[in-house]
Structure formats: C-alpha cells, structure tokens
C-alpha cells in the first residue's frame, strides 16, 4: 500500500508570491491533516479535512487555507508569502476516527526568499 | 488546553546503552498518546502508541513506552541503542479531530 505522497518536496518561492502543496493521503484515508515545522517554532497544526469539510483549524492567518477533493486528496495554498513562512510543510492522513493514528508523508520544504 | 512537554533538547548516548526519553503531556480526559521519529530532512515515523489497556506498549525499532497516569508522563525506553536510532523524537498526544500535539522533540545523538 503506497504512503502518503507530497508534492513537491522542494520548493523556493519570493515574498508575495502564493504556493499551492499537494497531499495525496494513503487509499482508503479520509482524514488529511497539515502541520508546519519549523526549527523556532516546532510542529504546528494548520488544519484538518475530512470528506472535503474542514473539521479543525490552527492558529495561522486567513493567508494559508486548504481544501480536500472528492477523492481525499488535498491541497494547501498560502498566498502572500512572508520569509517567516520557510518551513517544512508536512501532511498526515487518517482514517478518520477522531483519535486515530496519523501517518506522515515527507514533506514539503518551502523557502520563501 | 493540550500539551506536551519533552524536557530534553538533547540527548547522547553511547552505543548499546540504554535509552529514556521523557514525555509530560497535559490532556482533561484520558489520552491517546504517540512517539514518532524523524530523520533530518524526512517526515514523521511512528514508532508506537497508547490508546488504553496495558500501560507497557511495544512499538517498531525495539522501542517501547510506559503510560503512568498519576505522572502524567509516557517515556520512551529502548534496552540497546545503535547508530541508525540517531534523530528527533517526538511525544504527541491527539487533542480532536485530526490534530494532534506535538512536544518540542528531543534530538538523540548516538556515540561510536
């Protein structure tokens, strides 16, 4: 059974500009979760998806959002980008229980300069 | 609200040493609880987890961890460390819906 899949796994960007990461979650998985990692700040939630609906959300402003497709794939989009946006953007996936084991894929690491 | 503490930023052992990793979480109801890994530049591992039963879980790698609820702790142990378990440890404890906490980690460094 193939993992969790991010795309791409690197990716430098300049203030102002948007990005838009892509999450393919284990098949089967409905649950998609984003977190960002930085060496400051640690790992962060950013948000949950589950069958398209955005279930929990972190404390990160209005300029990074998410959406899920019908076939649990997801994408997170930041717009405006910041220097302290540089991160290590990573996604989890679930089956979706409320407290079930989420497995992570690899990551995306984003440079904004 | 939620939290994890791991209160070592850094740890070295020597290699075939034993090895504890300590985790404080700080949850209102009964916690669901995981250890992963991470190698530099890779995602999140898991390496096992607690939801409830036997307090004692064994997980991949050797590794294994002790729920003690009056201390609200879950430490990770292994008998035998070798070079390849060199990364960050990180305690997480699931607070909702696809969320879940993370402690700071803990960066093992193995010695030859």
């Known amino acids: 059974k193939a993992g969790v899949t991010q795309t791409p796994r690197y990716l430098i960007k300049t203030r102002g500009q948007q990005v838009t990461l892509s999450c393919s979650p284990i098949?089967?998985?409905?649950?998609v979760s984003w977190y960002q990692q930085t060496p400051g700040q640690g790992l962060q939630f950013l948000f949950e998806y589950f069958s398209e609906t955005q279930r929990n959300k972190g404390n990160f402003p209005g300029r990074f959002s998410g959406r899920q497709f019908s076939n649990s794939r997801s994408e997170m989009n930041v717009s405006t980008l910041e220097l302290g946006d540089s991160a290590l953007y990573l996604c989890?996936?679930?089956?979706?229980?409320?407290?079930?084991?989420?497995?992570f894929g690899q990551g995306t690491r984003l440079t904004v300069v | 609200a939620q939290s994890v503490t791991q209160p070592d930023i850094h740890i070295t052992v020597s290699e075939g040493a034993s090895l504890e990793l300590r985790c404080n979480y700080s949850?209102?109801?009964?916690?669901?609880l995981f250890w992963y890994v991470q190698s530099p530049g890779q995602g999140l591992q898991l390496l096992l987890k607690?939801?409830?039963?036997?307090?004692l879980v064994q997980g991949i790698k050797g590794f294994e961890a002790e729920f003690k609820r009056s201390q609200s702790s879950f430490n990770l142990r292994k008998p035998s460390v070798h070079w390849s378990d060199a990364a960050e440890y990180f305690c997480?404890?699931?607070?909702?819906?696809?969320?879940?906490?993370f402690g700071d980690g803990t960066t093992l460094t193995v010695k030859p």
């Open positions: 989890a996936s679930s089956l979706g229980a409320n407290r079930g084991e989420a497995f």
């Open positions: 997480a404890v699931v607070a909702g819906a696809g969320k879940s906490t």
């Open positions: 098949s089967g998985h409905r649950s």
């Open positions: 607690y939801f409830s039963g036997d307090t």
């Open positions: 949850y209102g109801a009964t916690p669901y």
